[in-house]
């Protein structure tokens, strides 16, 4: 070869060589662009619509179903995932976007088998005239995992296969755990639903889905009963754990850990955790939901709100309120809390008893008991809320009914069931300084109050603003807890600075 022709060679491999690097930029270019999450991302609306007379199913047991398959896009897909019952008018603004697919999910049952169907349609689709072109994609009576299966394989936008943690392999215990998560509502079955769902974490202990209902249930038993302690917290942590070590990232697993440890004072370790996941899964509307929340409970007002306003842009407000915002009740954005109150048949929010105990509370605020009233009356007569809301609403019902004694009496026995139970819920315990307040017990209130800042209740913007707290202020007492109260704010404010939700 000549020397001429030897430098040609050595130009084309250079040349060569230049391009496979230059590709390889590119193509890492893009798995970075897309691990972090810099293109806007897919955001779905999966409709549940309620089962037809032949499927075999009732509503709860279908929205047993969306919730895997909700979970299936979340914690696979990484989209952001709004879960609506009822399919949405096409004049809705917020459906006409590209980067918008509405699945609609046609659930039926047929002995041990599941068919899966459902139709979908961009977005984009929606801001033509005429029709929306509907996609059908008709599923088969299979087993349930081998349904679900095909349902992703024929996914309209590409998603990779899902962990086999997610949908059991058995039918059976499939069917387990959906009547299990069909009945986690309903108090009277909360104990046949954790007896199943305990079942389901023998019989196959490598489905993450199982674990992390367990934990679910686990955690709503809490909730509802006063002897809960730090062994059943402890216990709760450990199903919910399991379920993330065998879906790492799973979002509701990590934002059910989430509200344990806020729940618990732990605003800290709710927020490291959150953000973590949130590495994992930038688009998450419910990771968002839960950084609102242990950011508000610290005092974090302005992460708060920035983590809401992230979430509601990942989401179809208009369509499905995702939390009721007290973050603006503390910020004097009054409206938009109100807005957040709206009704969702079905939803946890309206059985649970929060919207219309925070209707009432929102009425007391603004000075209108005979409102508040009405409202904790209704959220108090409730038969599958959470017990606490429905004893506290009880409580301010018998307040604002001039019933002083009773009410006093109901106040100390709820007061003293909760002595020496786990460090629970400092923003609930706050509710019952206020009930004291309101009977005229500033002693109590004071205490209480104490108290709340002790379980980690933080927001220093509310203990100042709460119209039931004002005669608590001038006491010498006040003046020493909201200078506590500031001094750890502030040391949370420069732990977890807003712009931290820019930089995941």
Not at 69 to 91: I, N
Request: aromatic share 8%.
């Amino acid at each position: 070869m000549s020397s001429r022709e030897a430098s040609s060679a050595r130009t084309l491999l250079t040349l060569g060589a230049a391009f496979l690097l230059l590709l390889g930029s590119g193509s890492g270019l893009a798995w970075l662009l897309a691990r972090h999450g810099w293109r806007t991302p897919l955001k779905i609306l999966l409709i549940t619509p309620p089962p037809g007379p032949s499927a075999g199913l009732d509503p709860a047991q279908c929205r047993a179903i969306g919730s895997l398959v909700a979970d299936h896009l979340e914690s696979v897909g990484g989209f952001a995932v709004t879960t609506v019952t009822v399919v949405p008018d096409p004049a809705e603004p917020s459906l006409r976007q590209a980067r918008v697919l509405l699945v609609q999910v046609d659930s039926r049952r047929q002995g041990d088998d599941l068919e899966l169907s459902y139709r979908f349609a961009w977005g984009k689709a929606f801001a033509r005239p005429g029709a929306v072109p509907w996609v059908l994609r008709k599923g088969a009576f299979l087993p349930p995992a081998q349904a679900f299966d095909r349902m992703f394989r024929g996914f309209p936008q590409a998603i990779q296969r899902g962990p086999d943690s997610l949908v059991p392999k058995m039918a059976r215990v499939f069917w387990d755990l959906v009547q299990s998560s069909a009945w986690r509502l309903r108090n009277e079955h909360l104990e046949e639903a954790s007896s199943l769902a305990e079942q389901a974490t023998r019989q196959e202990p490598a489905c993450a889905s199982a674990w992390i209902l367990l934990g679910n249930l686990r955690y709503r038993q809490m909730l509802g009963g006063p002897v809960a302690g730090r062994q059943e917290k402890g216990e709760a942590e450990a199903l919910l754990q399991r379920g993330l070590t065998l879906a790492p990232g799973h979002p509701r697993a990590a934002f059910l850990l989430a509200l344990l440890e806020a729940d618990s004072g732990n605003q800290r370790e709710a927020l490291d955790l959150l953000l973590r996941a949130r590495r994992k899964q930038p688009h998450n509307p419910t990771l968002l939901t839960g950084i609102a929340y242990a950011a508000r409970g610290a005092g974090l007002l302005h992460l708060s709100r920035r983590a809401m306003d992230l979430r509601d842009s990942l989401g179809f407000t208009a369509l499905q309120t995702q939390a009721v915002n007290i973050t603006c009740l503390y910020t004097g954005e009054i409206d938009r809390f109100e807005a957040s109150l709206q009704e969702q048949p079905g939803h946890l929010r309206s059985t649970s008893g929060v919207l219309p105990f925070y209707r009432g509370y929102l009425a007391l605020v603004r000075g209108d008991r005979g409102r508040a009233h009405l409202e904790f009356q209704s959220a108090a007569e409730l038969a599958h809320g959470y017990p606490n809301i429905l004893r506290l609403s009880k409580i301010f019902q018998l307040i604002l009914e001039g019933k002083r004694d009773p009410a006093w009496k109901a106040l100390q026995e709820y007061d003293q069931e909760r002595i020496g139970m786990r460090e629970q819920d400092g923003e609930f315990t706050i509710r019952l300084a206020e009930a004291y307040a309101l009977l005229g017990d500033r002693a109590s209130a004071m205490e209480m109050a104490s108290r709340a800042f002790a379980r980690g209740f933080g927001c220093t913007e509310w203990y100042e603003r709460s119209p039931m707290l004002a005669p608590l202020r001038p006491l010498p007492k006040w003046q020493a807890l909201t200078q506590h109260l500031r001094e750890r704010q502030a040391l949370m404010e420069n732990r977890f600075p807003v712009g931290l939700l820019e930089d995941n």
